[in-house]
C-alpha cells in the first residue's frame, strides 16, 4: 500500500504542474508566470494565417541560397534531349550544391520566410502537406508532414486538436528548448519530441514518417514523433529455414528489426549507432555491437567504412557489402547475411558488428570466416554429436558440389586406367555414339541444370518447384535418349546439383558453384594435374582473404588448435568456454568453468 502511495505521489505533482501550466501560462523561456494570463480577444482566422505566412523579407545568406537554388531548377528545367552530357552534369551539380546550402541554413524565426524556404524545398511534391495552424486561435504555427507515412488520427488527435484548443496563445515560448519542454509536458502527447534547428534537419525529419511543427518567432522546429510506416509482418525466412529454433526473421523496417533484437539482448551494452547513407535515398542504417565483448577498434574500423561511402542511394545490404569488403574482386564472400535474429545475436555475443538498414531484411555481420558461413541456425539448438555428424555430411558435399564434375572429366578423359574395369566398360558403353567430348557433355548438362535452378526461382513458387523438378527428370531423360549426353554425366551432375544445396549460405553456395565451371576447364585440359593445380589456387586465395583483418580460414590458417573444437565438430556448449581468439574480442570468456553435467550419484 505504501509502495502505491510513493508511486501516486509523482503523477499527482505532474497533473498539478499541468494544471498550473494551463492556469497561468508559461513565460517566453518555458517557465511558469507567477499571475493568471488574460487572453486577449482573437483575432480573424484568415487574417492571422495570411499575415503570418506572407513571405517577409529574408536575410542576405539565406535569400542568395534561395536565389540560387530557384536558378539551379531553372537551368534544369531548360535541358532538352539533345543537351550536350556536360550541361547536363553541370546543371545536376549545380542543383545539388545549392540544395545543400539551402539545407544549411539556420530556420529562420518568421514563419513566412520557413514556409517560403520549405515550399521551394518540396516543390512539385503532392504528398507533402504543409498544415497552417492557430494556436489557441491567435498564435499562427505550421505542420510539416508527408501524407501515407504518419498516422492520421494519432496526428489529429495528440497534436491538433491540443494546439487547436490550447488556451494561452500568447504564452507559448520563443526558444527552441522551452518550446520543447512546454509541448512534450504540457501541449501535445506523443512519444518523442525533439528540436530542429536547420533546414535540413526539418527535411530528414519530414521524410522519416515524421511531423515538424513550426512556430511563428521560434527560430526552430519540433520533430513529432507520429510516423506509421506500413510493415510486413514478421514471418519465418524462406530462404533460412530451420527445424528446430526461433522461428522469427527480420522485415524491411529498421526498428521493428532493432526491437528483436532488444528482445533477446536486454542488456544496456547493446550500442545501436544510427548513420544516414545515401544522398538520395538517405536510408537509415544502424551499426549494433555489444560495447562489452566488441573489440573498439573493429567498431572503428566498420563506422569508418561504412562513413566514406558516397552514393546515391543505398536499397539494400548487398550494396554496402560491396562497399565494404576487403577484396570486393574475390569469388567468396568475407561478409555474412542472415535474415535471422538469432543468428545476429549469436555473432554479436562472439564479438562480432552488425549492420542493419532500412528497407531490407538482411543483415550484415562481421567479421566471419569460411567456417561460420558452413553452419547453420540449428546447429547450437541440437544435441552435439548430430550436429557434428550433419557438419561432416556438409563438408563431403561441399567436396563433392566443388570437384565432382571436374573429377570425372579429368579420370574419363585423361585417367581411364584408374578405375575398375566392370565400371569403365560400363561408361565407354554409355559414351558411345555421343558427339561430344566428356568436358564440353559435362559443362552443357551443367550450364542446362543451373538455368533450370534459375528458372524455378524467378518463377512463382509453386510452379518454379515444378519447372525445375519436371524440367530436369524430362531434360535429362531426353537428352540421354537423343544421344546428346550419357547417363554417368546426367547422374554425376544431379549429384552435385543436390550437393549444392545443402549449403546454408546462399552467396557462399553460389561461389562453389561458379567456381567449378574453371576447375572443370582446367580438368579437361590437363587431367589430374590440372584440377590439383585449380584447388591449391583457390586454397591459396582463401588462406589469403581477410574479413575486416580476420583471417578467413582461421582457426585452421592459422592453426590454433584448441579453437578446432567448433570447425570439425561441434563440442558440446558447456565445454566453449571462450570465444574464437581470432575475433579479438576484449572479453574472451563466455561462460563459468565446471559446467558439465554430473548426475548426483547414489540415484538421489
Given amino acids: 500500500m505504501a509502495r502505491n502511495s510513493r508511486l501516486a505521489r509523482p503523477v499527482r505533482q505532474v497533473r498539478q504542474t499541468a494544471q498550473d501550466t494551463r492556469a497561468h501560462g508559461l513565460k517566453q523561456d518555458g517557465s511558469l508566470a507567477t499571475g493568471p494570463a488574460q487572453r ?9 494565417l495570411k499575415a503570418a ?32 552530357e556536360g550541361a547536363m552534369a553541370a546543371a545536376t551539380h549545380a542543383l545539388h550544391t545549392a540544395t545543400r546550402e539551402l539545407e544549411e541554413l539556420p530556420l529562420p524565426a518568421s514563419l513566412g520566410a520557413a514556409v517560403a524556404i520549405l515550399q521551394e524545398l518540396f516543390q512539385d511534391c503532392a504528398d507533402v502537406i504543409f498544415r497552417s495552424v492557430l494556436i489557441g486561435g491567435r498564435r499562427p504555427a505550421l505542420v510539416l508532414m508527408v501524407d501515407g507515412v504518419v498516422n492520421a488520427e494519432r496526428l489529429e488527435q495528440n497534436v491538433l486538436q ?5 488556451g494561452e496563445p500568447d504564452q507559448v515560448p520563443s526558444t527552441a528548448g522551452a518550446l520543447k519542454v512546454w509541448l512534450e509536458s504540457v501541449a501535445v502527447s506523443v512519444q518523442q519530441v525533439e528540436p530542429v534547428y536547420r533546414v535540413g534537419q526539418v527535411v530528414d525529419a519530414v521524410l522519416n514518417a515524421g511531423a515538424v511543427a513550426l512556430v511563428d518567432g521560434v527560430a526552430a522546429g519540433v520533430r513529432l514523433a507520429v510516423g506509421e510506416w506500413k510493415q510486413r509482418s514478421i514471418e519465418e525466412p524462406v530462404a533460412e529455414g530451420t527445424i528446430r529454433g526461433p522461428r522469427e526473421g527480420f522485415n524491411e523496417i529498421l526498428q521493428t528489426n532493432i526491437s528483436l533484437l532488444r528482445r533477446k539482448l536486454r542488456s544496456p551494452h547493446l550500442k545501436i549507432e544510427q548513420l544516414t547513407l545515401g544522398r538520395v535515398s538517405r536510408t537509415p542504417v544502424s551499426l549494433v555491437y555489444l560495447q562489452d565483448i566488441v573489440n573498439p577498434g573493429l567498431v572503428a574500423e566498420v563506422r569508418r567504412r561504412l562513413q566514406r561511402i558516397d552514393t546515391d542511394a543505398i536499397i539494400d545490404t548487398g550494396m554496402i557489402e560491396e562497399f565494404i569488403e576487403d577484396q570486393p574482386l574475390s569469388l567468396f564472400p568475407q561478409i555474412g547475411n542472415t535474415e535471422r535474429p538469432d543468428r545476429v545475436v549469436a555473432g554479436l555475443l562472439e564479438g562480432r558488428v552488425a549492420i542493419l538498414a532500412d528497407g531490407t531484411p538482411f543483415g550484415l555481420l562481421v567479421p566471419v570466416t569460411f567456417w561460420s558461413q558452413m553452419q547453420a541456425g540449428e546447429d547450437y539448438y541440437e544435441r552435439f554429436w548430430v550436429n557434428t555428424a550433419v557438419r561432416w555430411l556438409r563438408y563431403q558435399f561441399m567436396i563433392i558440389a566443388l570437384v565432382g564434375p571436374s573429377a570425372y572429366v579429368a579420370i574419363t578423359t585423361f585417367h581411364q586406367e584408374m578405375l575398375p574395369t566392370n565400371l569403365l566398360l560400363s561408361i565407354a558403353a554409355a559414351r558411345e555414339g555421343i558427339p561430344f567430348p566428356a568436358l564440353v557433355e559435362a559443362l552443357i548438362m551443367e550450364i542446362f541444370f543451373e538455368a533450370l535452378r534459375e528458372a524455378g526461382v524467378r518463377l512463382p513458387r509453386p510452379i518454379g518447384q515444378a519447372v525445375s523438378i519436371v524440367g530436369a527428370l524430362v531434360i535429362g531423360e531426353a537428352a540421354v535418349r537423343a544421344g546428346l549426353a550419357s547417363a554417368p554425366v546426367v547422374i554425376i551432375v544431379g549429384i552435385t ?20 565451371f574453371p576447375l572443370m576447364v582446367l580438368a579437361g585440359s590437363l587431367g589430374l594435374f590440372g584440377l590439383m593445380v585449380g584447388l591449391l589456387g583457390i586454397l591459396v586465395h582463401l ?7 580476420t583471417p578467413f580460414l ?9 579453437e578446432l573444437k567448433d570447425v570439425l565438430v561441434r563440442a558440446p556448449v558447456w565445454k566453449m568456454k571462450y570465444r574464437q581468439r581470432g575475433l579479438q574480442a576484449i572479453n574472451r570468456r563466455r561462460q563459468a568453468p565446471g559446467l558439465e553435467p554430473e548426475p548426483r550419484g547414489n540415484g538421489s
Avoid at 505566412?53 to 539533345?82: F, W
Avoid at 491540443?162 to 490550447?166: A, E, Y
Fill in 497 to 516: 546439383g543436390i550437393a549444392s544445396f545443402t549449403f546454408p549460405r546462399f552467396n557462399l553456395g553460389i561461389a562453389i558453384r561458379l567456381a567449378r
Fill in 162 to 166: 491540443p494546439l487547436v484548443h490550447w
Fill in 554 to 562: 582461421q582457426p585452421l590458417a592459422p592453426l590454433t588448435w584448441t
Fill in 53 to 84: 505566412l506572407a513571405e517577409p523579407g529574408l536575410d542576405s545568406r539565406a535569400q542568395a541560397a534561395l536565389d540560387k537554388y530557384r536558378a539551379a531548377l531553372q537551368a534544369l528545367g531548360n535541358l532538352t534531349l539533345d543537351s550536350a
Fill in 40 to 48: 486577449p480577444k482573437p483575432l480573424p482566422t484568415a487574417t492571422v
Fill in 543 to 549: 588462406c589469403a582473404l581477410r574479413s575486416f583483418g
